[in-house]
């Protein structure tokens, strides 16, 4: 057991010098030393708590999640009733007083509009989503649950917060906090993002991209004072458009949503070099949109942007290929983040900011210093009492400890994890669980002495009880870091990481280690005894 073949000595000491000097960069950046700009530089990123960084609070309405559900479940009736063999023919779809109510036509549909019906009141699961009840014989009346509310409020913020995510992680952010509180807000915390205004820029945005047609039959007097022609409905045009103040009129139905996206990058136009967003639709998307513009060519059609007109140019000659340019005075740091608000998709609900607060990174310097400060006074400890007690064995369990902490920031730094607050705790958490080892592996060192066994046999059985214990002890705490990983967030994963990458080094470095020195001792000195 205390056997080491040549290879594996290089590789052991390759392992951990390797690793230790990946902690160096972070090291010196904490003391902010300079680092050698030609050498790699692996670094540890820092926390909210410790960089300080943004923090703000979205909060979704309610009322506008039913209002959505009413706007689809109108969509899918009028779909429905149209594809029905034969047709079934409905009058004016009102949704006042947060229902949907139509009238068929004729009486002898009414049985089979229910049954069509059924599929989409019923919804998915076991819950149901509207309730339906007919009156004066041929007039249909869609009520929306409160279970059914519910689960489309819990559907929009689950998709939200998945939207959020993927428009910081293109901010190449590392480790970002973005969890739900409460049924209609989401937490946003991005560590080292010091400018709260393109975060906000980023998430407030809806990007609900639309093209529709420009009703031009519309009056301008009439579409001025908000009143839109049958089948048409008004949008202002956006703030920085050349007609801001003034607002269009555009057919309701029809057109294309932006849903059908899948790529959005920022670019020029060739002709004015203005900044531009390029798009590109799927297959699906982009049939839709060659026919929208080979029907309508000489026509004019609205890009619309969150409820707002960027443009409303004339299609010239069809667009084929599934690829358009959204113009729209932009400036190039606008464009850029439209097109990744596109490109990681639209809100399924309006977002409002809050709260927002900018944290300094004064408090985490403070935190930093007195974090290094409590881990050396406690390592000088430790190690005064380690020698103490175990003679050789202790400077042997002191350097493992010291080869621990630097191999623990060193893989954090290759994988380019987060330290936060709790994580150095973690830190803490694992030169304690290193020290228990050694102590662990050390008594069970003198006891088979104790016992009288020789030398040999008392450090071989010694590492090999000792090792046993160690293995299920950390195998449980593995189980809670993994566990507090997967349904963890924030600072909380970060104390995971810290914690499950500090098991592997701490057993790395007590087990592993000390028993390749202390085996090459005992091989040198052939000792009659030894002090432990």
Same mark, same amino acid.
């Given at each position: 057991? *205390?056997?080491?073949?040549?290879?594996?000595?290089?590789?052991?000491?390759?392992?951990?010098?390797?690793?230790?000097?990946?902690?160096?960069?972070?090291?010196?950046?904490?003391?902010?030393?300079?680092?050698?700009?030609?050498?790699?530089?692996?670094?540890?990123?820092?926390?909210?708590?410790?960089?300080?960084?943004?923090?703000?609070?979205?909060?979704?309405?309610?009322?506008?999640?039913?209002?959505?559900?009413?706007?689809?479940?109108?969509?899918?009736?009028?779909?429905?009733?149209?594809?029905?063999?034969?047709?079934?023919?409905?009058?004016?779809?009102?949704?006042?007083?947060?229902?949907?109510?139509?009238?068929?036509?004729?009486?002898?549909?009414?049985?089979?509009?229910?049954?069509?019906?059924?599929?989409?009141?019923?919804?998915?699961? *076991?819950?149901?989503?509207?309730?339906?009840?007919?009156?004066?014989?041929?007039?249909?009346? *869609?009520?929306?649950?409160?279970?059914?509310?519910?689960?489309?409020?819990?559907?929009?913020?689950?998709?939200?917060?998945?939207?959020?995510?993927?428009?910081?992680?293109?901010?190449?952010?590392?480790?970002?906090?973005?969890?739900?509180?409460?049924?209609?807000?989401?937490?946003?915390?991005?560590?080292?993002?010091?400018?709260?205004?393109?975060?906000?820029?980023?998430?407030?945005?809806?990007?609900?991209?639309?093209?529709?047609?420009?009703?031009?039959?519309?009056?301008?007097?009439?579409?001025?004072?908000?009143?839109?022609?049958?089948?048409?409905?008004?949008?202002?045009?956006?703030?920085?458009?050349?007609?801001?103040?003034?607002?269009?009129?555009?057919?309701?139905?029809?057109?294309?949503?932006?849903?059908?996206?899948?790529?959005?990058?920022?670019?020029?136009?060739?002709?004015?070099?203005?900044?531009?967003?390029?798009?590109?639709?799927?297959?699906?998307?982009?049939?839709?949109?060659?026919?929208?513009?080979?029907?309508?060519?000489?026509?004019?059609?609205?890009?619309?942007?969150?409820?707002?007109?960027?443009?409303?140019?004339?299609?010239?000659?069809?667009?084929?290929?599934?690829?358009?340019?959204?113009?729209?005075?932009?400036?190039?740091?606008?464009?850029?983040?439209?097109?990744?608000?596109?490109?990681?998709?639209?809100?399924?609900?309006?977002?409002?900011?809050?709260?927002?607060?900018?944290?300094?990174?004064?408090?985490?310097?403070?935190?930093?210093?007195?974090?290094?400060?409590?881990?050396?006074?406690?390592?000088?400890?430790?190690?005064?009492?380690? +020698?103490?007690?175990?003679?050789?064995?202790?400077?042997?369990?002191?350097?493992?400890?010291? *080869?621990?902490?630097?191999? #623990?920031?060193?893989?954090?730094?290759?994988?380019?994890?987060?330290?936060?607050?709790?994580?150095?705790?973690?830190?803490?958490?694992?030169?304690?669980?290193?020290?228990?080892?050694?102590?662990?592996?050390?008594?069970? +060192?003198?006891?088979?002495?104790?016992?009288?066994?020789?030398?040999?046999?008392?450090?071989?059985?010694?590492?090999?009880?000792?090792?046993?214990?160690?293995?299920?002890?950390?195998?449980?705490?593995?189980?809670?870091?993994?566990?507090?990983?997967?349904?963890?967030?924030?600072?909380?994963?970060?104390?995971?990481?810290?914690?499950?990458?500090?098991?592997?080094?701490?057993?790395?470095?007590?087990?592993?280690?000390?028993? #390749?020195?202390?085996?090459?001792?005992?091989?040198?000195?052939?000792?009659?005894?030894?002090?432990?």
């Amino acid at each position: 057991m *205390l056997e080491f073949p040549t290879w594996k000595k290089i590789w052991l000491w390759g392992l951990t010098l390797l690793l230790a000097a990946c902690a160096l960069p972070s090291l010196m950046s904490m003391t902010s030393a300079n680092w050698p700009s030609a050498l790699p530089e692996p670094t540890v990123n820092l926390g909210l708590d410790l960089a300080g960084g943004s923090h703000i609070l979205l909060e979704a309405e309610r009322s506008e999640v039913a209002a959505q559900r009413l706007e689809n479940i109108e969509d899918s009736v009028r779909t429905i009733m149209r594809s029905a063999e034969p047709r079934i023919r409905i009058g004016d779809i009102s949704t006042q007083g947060g229902n949907l109510s139509f009238m068929v036509e004729r009486a002898a549909d009414v049985d089979r509009a229910r049954e069509l019906l059924l599929p989409i009141i019923n919804g998915q699961g *076991l819950t149901r989503e509207w309730n339906l009840t007919v009156r004066d014989e041929t007039r249909f009346v *869609l009520t929306p649950t409160p279970e059914g509310t519910d689960n489309a409020v819990t559907q929009a913020m689950d998709s939200a917060t998945e939207v959020v995510r993927k428009r910081i992680d293109e901010l190449g952010t590392r480790e970002p906090t973005i969890i739900r509180q409460g049924d209609t807000r989401i937490v946003v915390q991005v560590p080292g993002l010091q400018d709260p205004e393109q975060l906000k820029e980023l998430l407030g945005q809806t990007a609900k991209l639309e093209f529709k047609l420009v009703d031009q039959t519309a009056l301008p007097s009439d579409v001025q004072q908000g009143i839109a022609p049958p089948g048409s409905q008004i949008f202002p045009y956006s703030d920085d458009s050349d007609f801001a103040g003034s607002s269009i009129a555009v057919r309701r139905l029809g057109g294309i949503q932006g849903d059908s996206l899948v790529n959005a990058t920022q670019g020029f136009d060739p002709d004015t070099n203005e900044a531009v967003v390029n798009i590109q639709f799927d297959q699906q998307g982009a049939t839709k949109f060659s026919r929208l513009t080979t029907q309508n060519v000489g026509k004019p059609f609205a890009i619309i942007l969150d409820g707002a007109v960027l443009s409303a140019p004339n299609i010239n000659e069809p667009i084929r290929g599934g690829g358009a340019q959204i113009s729209g005075s932009f400036s190039v740091e606008s464009a850029a983040a439209l097109a990744i608000s596109l490109r990681s998709g639209a809100l399924p609900v309006d977002l409002a900011i809050i709260e927002e607060r900018t944290v300094g990174p004064d408090l985490g310097e403070r935190s930093i210093r007195q974090g290094l400060l409590a881990m050396m006074i406690g390592s000088v400890a430790v190690v005064v009492l380690m +020698i103490a007690t175990y003679g050789r064995f202790g400077v042997y369990a002191t350097a493992a400890l010291v *080869l621990n902490v630097l191999m #623990l920031l060193g893989i954090m730094a290759v994988l380019n994890t987060t330290l936060t607050l709790p994580g150095i705790a973690g830190f803490v958490l694992t030169i304690g669980a290193a020290v228990d080892a050694n102590v662990l592996i050390n008594e069970r +060192i003198r006891e088979e002495r104790k016992r009288g066994r020789r030398v040999i046999a008392a450090v071989e059985n010694g590492y090999k009880e000792a090792t046993r214990a160690i293995y299920d002890a950390n195998i449980t705490n593995f189980i809670a870091g993994v566990l507090l990983f997967l349904f963890g967030s924030g600072p909380i994963r970060g104390f995971a990481v810290v914690l499950v990458i500090g098991l592997f080094t701490s057993v790395f470095t007590a087990v592993v280690l000390t028993r #390749l020195w202390v085996s090459g001792w005992l091989r040198k000195t052939r000792p009659a005894d030894i002090a432990i």
